[in-house]
């Protein structure tokens, strides 16, 4: 939610262009740019994300990150040339643009839900939005290629925070202490049960442990321990019964070893779900723009979250990915240090993003 110069920098980009609108401070830091075509057609928006992380980066090229500690690690960037190149030869071609085009470069998708607070800032109206498409960068696939995927196809996320309340003392006198870190190691595993012995084997299940914080030294037992981490499903009905069979482990292992406890349980992201229809635009186009062998259909699902899925439980929509893995670059993952794309996933995406825009 700090992409002021990001946003600054789209602005002037398409200010020089001839929109109806431009909506800027969307959410805070978003931008709507709005197109009347000249032939009848659906109002359709375009969407790209524009946060980066909180990594430093470490590839030594000279497009590097000169902001110490903040990177686009996860190709948001890709995502914003793609669009913006794509909204302004839209713009160019404005008589063949079938209906209304929204060009929506997001704020805050990495953690912030910066779609859904589009949403509550109108993106969805003004012209009422009939359908949505969006884009991802993948070093999973490579570059020329596009994965789509009809269904559910990115994870829910949510995420836990667990305080084990023990008691103290010295480390050579561990009978007299309750230690919060023996449990809490014992939970890392316990937990891994849910997903290997209460969930079925047909629905993924991700149960992490990102963080543990507990003591100050060598030899001190301390009285408190934190555990941090996300929660990733595709069904429902999964989903919503995590809370209830994690805390159940918890409560019996700290009743075991007498220690006390507080479970936080803090809802997420929902699961991406692409509408069957919208999907079939997007392989058209592909195919099209691509050739029928480059548009990798039935794709894979992704255990990470997107907050598009949002705006996919308001209104039918396609996210799909674009390969970015090439012999050289594209080849660590999304949130790396060393993150990187193959820049032909640039052409990929805008030669698919504007076949989309000129699609009814």
Not at 160 to 182: E, N, Q, Y
Not at 201 to 212: D, L, M
Not at 294 to 322: A, C, K
Request: net charge negative; with cysteine; aromatic share 8%.
């Amino acid at each position: 939610m700090a992409e002021v110069e990001t946003a600054a920098f789209v602005e002037r980009e398409l200010r020089a262009f001839d929109f109806d609108e431009i909506r800027t401070g969307v959410a805070g830091t978003g931008i709507l740019a709005t197109l009347r075509g000249g032939r009848p057609g659906p109002v359709t928006l375009l969407r790209a994300d524009m946060d980066a992380l909180p990594v430093t980066e470490l590839n030594d090229v000279p497009y590097a990150s000169t902001k110490p500690g903040v990177m686009h690690a996860c190709g948001h960037d890709a995502h914003v040339a793609v669009l913006s190149c794509a909204a302004k030869e839209l713009a160019r071609r404005r008589p063949e643009v079938p209906g209304t085009l929204v060009f929506c470069f997001q704020p805050g998708e990495e953690g912030a839900a910066g779609n859904k607070l589009m949403i509550d800032d109108g993106a969805l109206e003004n012209p009422h939005v009939d359908r949505v498409f969006a884009l991802h960068v993948y070093s999973g696939l490579d570059v020329g290629k596009i994965g789509v995927r009809d269904g559910a196809f990115f994870a829910s996320s949510d995420r836990f925070v667990l305080r084990l309340k023990g008691s103290g003392g010295h480390g050579a006198m561990p009978d007299l202490s309750v230690d919060p870190i023996v449990a809490a190691s014992y939970l890392v595993t316990m937990l891994q049960t849910l997903a290997s012995r209460e969930v079925a084997p047909r629905e993924p299940v991700v149960v992490t442990v990102g963080k543990i914080e507990s003591g100050s030294t060598f030899n001190v037992i301390p009285d408190e321990a934190e555990m941090l981490g996300t929660v990733r499903t595709f069904d429902e009905a999964v989903r919503s019964a995590m809370p209830e069979r994690m805390e159940r482990i918890v409560a019996g292992l700290c009743a075991s070893l007498r220690l006390t406890y507080e479970f936080e349980y803090l809802w997420g992201y929902p699961t991406t779900v692409n509408d069957v229809a919208a999907n079939e635009v997007v392989r058209e186009v592909g195919r099209g723009a691509l050739g029928a062998a480059n548009v990798v259909d039935g794709h894979e699902i992704v255990m990470w979250s997107e907050d598009m899925s949002y705006m996919q439980e308001l209104r039918p929509g396609s996210y799909f990915l674009v390969g970015a893995r090439g012999p050289q670059l594209g080849t660590y993952p999304q949130h790396s240090a060393r993150y990187d794309i193959d820049e032909r996933a640039l052409d990929v995406g805008y030669s698919v993003m504007l076949g989309l825009g000129l699609r009814g």
